[in-house]
């Protein structure tokens, strides 16, 4: 549970009329037992139409299951306190009706393994039109709507692309199926979760370049979600750096690597290589993230922390303003990171 103290502020609140999605002091809680402190804890977020906005943490950050919640999808037994808000309607109150809705028209979601998101006995044509059948169009339009997607994310031979099956696809092309199938409903937010990881660098910067620019062409709102910081620095306007199922740090892109305030986000620049002749070699993160069975009283990432005091460990930092970025840190007014 949090203590008065380890209150988090909401985030600053978006411009009347320009917010599209709104993650409100969101805590999700799995029940007693199962964990010793909150997936997400407290944590706040805004994406705005046509932004892109980077969400960036360690594997078990709980970076995963705040964008879920987008989507209405929760872990199995699991309370949700707060507000997730898609233009205005919160979705963690809608009924199945209203859901069913909201993901085939609102948001949709590309997930990490695109095998995982299609059923391998079914042909790609009956993946991409099932949505759009389901909500009234005629298959011969659902058909020629498919065709239009598929040539749009870069599939060659869309009419015969519709007849394969997903074994016929190399895992980026796959992806890129995905992406099409996301965009069919023509949804205001994508909610893009890990959708580079098990992909080459070289694909995976062609899967990028199709989500990006199909993003802008439609003006859609973008959550990408990622553990590399350099990845989302390309394709961000905004990052929100998460640790323990906390927003640690968040800023505009520029500020975040020119002038990083949580030790945290210094830390995950540090441990990424770099190209340039005097660049230093990358340094990793010592320790391991906090796990769910581990609850820490005050800053979360306080025992991997070479700057941390002894109040690191009992006083728990909010979110406050340093220049232009917020960050969690009891010290990050001292410059330490300079």
């Known amino acids: 549970m949090t203590s008065a103290l380890s209150k988090t502020p909401p985030a600053p609140t978006p411009p009347p009329g320009t917010a599209l999605l709104?993650?409100?002091?969101?805590?999700?809680?799995?029940?007693a037992g199962r964990a010793a402190r909150p997936i997400?804890?407290?944590?706040?977020?805004?994406?705005a139409p046509g932004e892109t906005v980077g969400?960036?943490?360690?594997?078990?950050?709980?970076k995963s299951v705040a964008c879920r919640t987008v989507l209405g999808l929760l872990p199995e037994g699991s309370r949700a306190e707060g507000q997730v808000r898609v233009r205005g309607r919160d979705v963690l109150t809608l009924d199945r009706a209203a859901l069913r809705e909201h993901r085939s028209r609102r948001a949709a979601m590309v997930f990490q393994d695109p095998r995982a998101s299609i059923n391998p006995l079914h042909r790609i044509g009956e993946f991409l039109t099932e949505g759009l059948r389901a909500a009234g169009t005629p298959?011969?339009?659902?058909?020629?709507?498919?065709?239009?997607?598929?040539?749009?994310?870069g599939i060659r031979d869309p009419h015969g692309a519709l007849r394969r099956r997903p074994?016929?696809?190399?895992?980026?092309?796959?992806q890129r199926v995905v992406i099409a199938a996301a965009l069919a409903g023509e949804p205001e937010l994508l909610v893009a979760d890990e959708p580079t990881t098990a992909l080459d660098v070289t694909?995976?910067?062609?899967?990028?370049?199709?989500?990006?620019?199909?993003?802008?062409?439609?003006?859609?709102?973008?959550?990408?979600?990622?553990?590399d910081l350099e990845l989302a620095a390309a394709v961000s306007d905004r990052i929100y750096v998460m640790y323990a199922g906390r927003i640690v740090e968040t800023g505009t892109t520029d500020e975040l690597f020119a002038h990083p305030r949580h030790p945290y986000t210094a830390g995950l620049l540090a441990c990424t290589p770099r190209i340039d002749p005097d660049a230093p070699p990358p340094r990793p993160i010592p320790g391991r993230p906090l796990s769910l069975a581990e609850a820490a009283p005050g800053c979360g990432f306080a025992a991997?922390?070479?700057?941390a005091e002894d109040r690191c460990s009992v006083e728990r930092p909010d979110l406050r303003p340093y220049?232009?970025?917020?960050?969690?840190c009891l010290r990050a007014d001292e410059g330490i990171l300079s």
Do not use: K, N, W, Y
């Open 40 to 47: 997400l804890d407290e944590v706040s977020l805004h994406v």
């Open 304 to 307: 991997r922390c070479a700057f």
């Open 22 to 31: 709104e993650i409100d002091r969101l805590s999700v809680r799995l029940p």
């Open 323 to 328: 220049g232009d970025t917020l960050a969690a």
């Open 139 to 153: 298959a011969d339009q659902a058909a020629a709507t498919a065709v239009r997607l598929l040539d749009a994310v």
């Open 167 to 174: 074994h016929e696809f190399s895992g980026g092309m796959l």
């Open 203 to 227: 694909t995976q910067a062609e899967v990028i370049a199709v989500l990006t620019r199909l993003q802008a062409e439609r003006g859609t709102g973008l959550l990408f979600v990622t553990h």
């Open 55 to 62: 969400l960036v943490g360690e594997s078990g950050s709980g």
